[in-house]
């Protein structure tokens, strides 16, 4: 299972606009719209293994299989004689490797709630990300039902300690 964290890069990899990418580096990989969507659609996946509520986590994940199978038709469609599916290579001297952050990891420290509130955020931005209207609509009422989930949560385990001191 991958990481938050790891989930945070995927999600801010996709959030770069195509013609800041092609700025930094030229002629580059061509992005089209259904392979960001599919990409999109394995993030969802993904964060759907984090989500604590089975009900919530299945139709997220019914969500994201839904996404790939359309992203996978448009993959389909925008395929075509002179496609660029291979780009130019990137010439020597490779651009340098960013070195991973030194130190803790912030996963250790990130409480249940607070792990439901990022993946909650990170479902906004994907459907921020995805340009199917539908989509981003179910992805936007599924962050809300475990914002939802987990302020109910929250009440509930703050009124239990105060009940103890």
Request: one cysteine or more; glycine letters at 6%.
């Amino acid at each position: 299972m991958i990481s938050i964290s790891g989930l945070i890069e995927k999600v801010n990899f996709l959030r770069t606009r195509p013609e800041a990418w092609d700025a930094i580096i030229p002629h580059g990989p061509v992005y089209s719209r259904p392979l960001i969507e599919f990409m999109a659609a394995g993030i969802i996946r993904d964060i759907s293994a984090h989500i604590r509520d089975e009900g919530i986590a299945e139709k997220v994940k019914s969500i994201g299989r839904n996404m790939a199978s359309t992203a996978s038709r448009g993959l389909i469609q925008g395929w075509e004689e002179g496609d660029d599916l291979c780009p130019v290579p990137i010439k020597w001297p490779f651009p340098p490797r960013i070195t991973p952050i030194t130190g803790p990891h912030p996963e250790p420290w990130l409480v249940d709630s607070v792990k439901q509130i990022v993946l909650a955020n990170l479902l906004v931005s994907v459907a921020n990300i995805t340009t199917n209207r539908e989509f981003s609509t179910q992805l936007r009422d599924a962050a809300f039902t475990v914002i939802k989930m987990e302020t109910n949560y929250l009440t509930e385990d703050f009124g239990r300690n105060i009940n103890q001191c």
